[in-house]
């Protein structure tokens, strides 16, 4: 069967060849590459169309394989969009367990967190920036659950707008 | 031609924008709408000046700066204060510009209510009594058939009440997302742009007057949580309360939090966001080069319609003339709708 990928890479020299490692590897067939240096989104990133051939195993394979390596996928078969959204937490984040923070969010269905940037002041209240990736019909159950971290710990939390 | 006698409740910022307003103004007014502009009273917190031929703008604003007292104006000057004021003159129209109180909204209510009761229209700049008692006032003002009109308390001189009710009126309104504290956003632009933290920052936005010396109403939110309640009531018909909306202010904002959403291409806003389920004042990530992202004291919303999509408006949300110019505004408003008629 044939499936069409859509991801989202950061535009910096050797992205591209390492995202098609994976098919590689599976065995999976490429169709064809659309690379387009000239569309980039609003975090400087370039996407990457994607048509490929194979067994529905070795294609769902694929998927997870490309996730678990941390690349994005915005579409597959023009479905299943994904979006990236942000979150800031203020606070005494690494007293309260900033693994514990990641591991609630991870195990929420379909949500997963691919980005983090922390940042300690003499005042000790620090300040963690947290990515996530999820499927846009996601975005309420992650923020009710950020909310829920937040006031449990004591965070003061920033959402997107 | 006609004379309208306006009463200026509170003689600070906004009361003097109205003096100077008011001046550069009535040429126009007389030539547009046929009616003659005076200031007939005026009055601060403990004093006032009365004359039923008019009072002199530049010399109201004089005698106030000089000796702080308008009971010094030359022969008109008075000791009569407060609600007495309203009884002492004839007027049509009262420009109310008191100190917002968001405790028990007095002195606003009692004048506002009063000049209802005698049958005169009420302009405010006020935010206190619209955030609290906002169904009690407009059912007064119905029953006493006049007009209540509060452009001013929302965004300063940026249209957004009147915007919605006036301009947009074959739209529903689904939601108003917004910065309307401008202090506060001077304050995170300047985190932004050099780096330094809240409390440097807070004493350099004192210093420069843009924040007051007791900062709280506005970094901790009060202020824009105010008027997230009036739009809530006036432009979506929410029967809000203040103590509906979720309100986090600035104040726990660290420089690294600004500096790693920079990273990330945010910016971090007091963001106000009123719609039919959720009530809310809180920093927010916004994206840079957005409709967010806005400098210094400026205000801004973007109104969300079921038929004109998304309508932004931004504009300066605090000053003296500005937020006089709202009222004028609305008094015009008032002045098209009860005293014009066009031959």
Known sequence: MKMNLVLELSDTPGQLVSSLDPFRELGANLVSVIHDRSNITDNGNVSVQIAVEGDKDILEKLIDTLENKGMSILKVDGSLKTIKLSTILIGHIIDTDMRDTVDKINALDNITVVGMEIKLNHEEKSSGLITVELPIESKKIFLDKMQEIAKAKGLLLINEI | MKDL?????????????????????????????????????????????????????????????????????????????????LDACDYDVLLEAVPTNIDDAEPAKSLTLKAFKQGKDVVTSNKGHLALFYDELLGAAKENKVLFKFEASVGGTMPIINLAQETLPANKVTSIVGILNG?????????????????????????????????????????????????????????????????????????????????????????????????????????????????????????????????????????????????????????????????
């Open chain 2, 5 to 85: 006698k306006v009463c200026i409740m509170g003689f600070g910022a906004v009361g003097q924008g109205l003096a100077k307003v008011i001046l550069l103004k009535k040429e126009n007014l007389k030539e547009l709408y046929g009616v003659n502009l005076k200031i007939v009273s005026v009055a601060d917190s403990s004093s006032s000046v009365i004359c039923s031929d008019g009072l002199d703008e530049n010399e109201l604003i004089r005698i106030k700066k000089e000796t702080g007292k308008l009971k010094n104006y030359p022969e008109y000057g008075s000791d009569i204060s407060g609600l007495d004021v």
């Open chain 2, 183 to 343: 202090t506060t956003n001077y304050i995170l632009s300047r985190m932004t742009s050099e780096g330094t933290n809240y409390e440097n920052t807070l004493k350099e936005s004192q210093h420069l007057g843009i924040a007051e010396t007791d900062p709280t109403q506005d970094v901790e939110g009060i202020d824009a949580a105010c008027k997230t309640v009036i739009l809530a009531n006036s432009v979506l018909g929410i029967p809000a309360k203040y103590d509906d909306v979720k309100v986090e202010g600035i104040s726990n904002i660290t420089s690294e939090a600004i500096e790693i959403a920079g990273q990330e291409g945010y910016l971090i806003k007091l963001i106000a966001e009123v719609s039919e389920d959720h009530l809310e004042v809180s920093p927010r990530l916004v994206k840079k080069g957005s409709a967010f992202d806005i400098n210094g004291t400026l205000n801004m919303a973007t109104v969300t319609t079921d038929l004109s999509g998304e309508v932004t408006v931004r504009g300066i949300g605090a000053g003296s003339v500005e937020t006089a110019a709202a009222m004028l505004t609305d008094l015009i408003h008032v002045i098209r709708e009860k005293y014009y008629v066009d031959d």
